[in-house]
């Protein structure tokens, strides 16, 4: 089953996501919250089934996110179904393309 992004709140420093199954219903939350030199993102999914179509909603949102600010460290903690999802940033990790 595909997920989605539905946004609840987004201001310059912060965002939530509430994300979404096809049929609208919540089924968990992203957050990212930014200062000057970090970028924090938490996430969770309830769904275990629903795993890789997170990942693969999630992947790409991070590595857009994190070319906001040049030299961004990242710190981001995702999970799903109570275990946590990898999806290639390691905490603390600069943004590559930008240093």
């Given at each position: 089953?595909?997920?989605?992004f539905?946004?609840?709140?987004?201001k310059?420093?912060?965002?939530?996501?509430?994300?979404?199954?096809?049929?609208?219903?919540?089924?968990?939350?992203?957050?990212?919250?930014?200062?000057?030199?970090k970028?924090?993102?938490?996430?969770?999914?309830?769904?275990?089934?629903?795993?890789?179509?997170?990942?693969?909603?999630?992947?790409?949102f991070?590595?857009g996110?994190?070319?906001?600010?040049p030299?961004?460290?990242v710190?981001?903690?995702l999970?799903?179904?109570?275990?946590?999802?990898?999806?290639?940033?390691?905490?603390?990790?600069?943004?590559?393309?930008?240093?």
């Open positions: 089953m595909e997920v989605y539905s946004p609840e709140f987004i310059q420093d912060s965002q939530v996501l509430n994300v979404v199954d096809a049929n609208g219903n919540a089924v968990g939350y992203m957050a990212f919250i930014f200062d000057e030199k970028m924090y993102v938490y996430g969770l999914l309830e769904n275990e089934g629903m795993r890789e179509d997170f990942k693969d909603l999630v992947t790409p991070i590595q996110m994190s070319k906001m600010k030299n961004l460290e710190y981001c903690y999970s799903v179904g109570g275990k946590r999802l990898d999806v290639g940033q390691q905490q603390g990790q600069s943004n590559p393309s930008n240093g």
